[in-house]
T-cell receptor, first 115, second 109 residues
């Protein structure tokens, strides 16, 4: 079946501009995660959505970052006033169930380059 | 705050040789994942280790978990070029996975 999809696959933007990244989770997966992967590094947790519960935003690095998800469908990650240090691959994952104990399935990522 | 450390961070191996990647973590957790990432690609799940003493094998890769020592190992047997990739361990911590920095594996012919 269809996996997690993300768009765009690549995004180049100028410093100071806003960007929106999109994630389509696997159908039926109630949990959705956003991670950031800087060049040559592991993944950093950003935010977690579980159904209609309040999201866990503890990993968002600044108030320029925000994310939304309506129900158990698409999520968007928005970065306002982008900075060069925001350049990274942003990965989305989804899983069944209610905790990180359920295996996460990752999308292909969006490579963001801030000039 | 949970810390996850992998070593080595870079490993260059000859084909046919054996080696082990280590993953240490700082706080109790009873679930650990190993992922593979090819250049420019997303993460592929390799193993889920659920309990102390768990051992799983798939082809030339074998993973184990010692929750008392807070240590997982990924052992590579008779390496082949196709195993060249970056390998990550990740530990469950609350609502999230905490990842190690990754081990870049290069298998040379």
């Amino acid at each position: 079946g269809a996996g997690v999809s993300q768009s765009p696959s690549n995004k180049v933007t100028e410093k100071g501009k806003d960007v929106e990244l999109r994630c389509d989770p696997i159908s039926g997966h109630t949990a959705l995660y956003w991670y950031r992967q800087r060049l040559g590094q592991g993944l950093e947790f950003l935010i977690y959505f579980q159904g209609n519960s309040a999201p866990d935003k503890s990993g968002l690095p600044s108030d320029r970052f925000s994310a939304e998800r309506t129900g158990e469908s698409v999520s968007t990650l928005t970065i306002q006033r982008t900075q060069q240090e925001d350049s990274a691959v942003y990965l989305c994952a989804s899983s069944l169930g209610t905790s990180a104990y359920n295996e996460q399935f990752f999308g292909p990522g969006t490579r963001l380059t801030v000039l | 705050e949970l810390k996850v450390e992998q070593n080595p961070l870079f490993l260059s191996m000859q084909e046919g040789k054996n080696y082990t990647i280590y993953c240490n973590y700082s706080t109790t957790s009873d679930r650990l994942y190993w992922y593979r990432q090819d250049p420019g690609k997303s993460l592929e799940s390799l193993f889920v280790l659920l309990s102390n003493g768990a051992v799983k094998q798939e082809g030339r890769l074998m993973a184990s978990l010692d929750t008392k020592a807070r240590l997982s190992t990924l052992h590579i047997t008779a390496a082949v070029h196709d195993l060249s990739a970056t390998y990550f361990c990740a530990v469950v911590y609350g609502n999230k996975l905490v990842f190690g920095a990754g081990t870049i594996l290069r298998v040379k012919s």
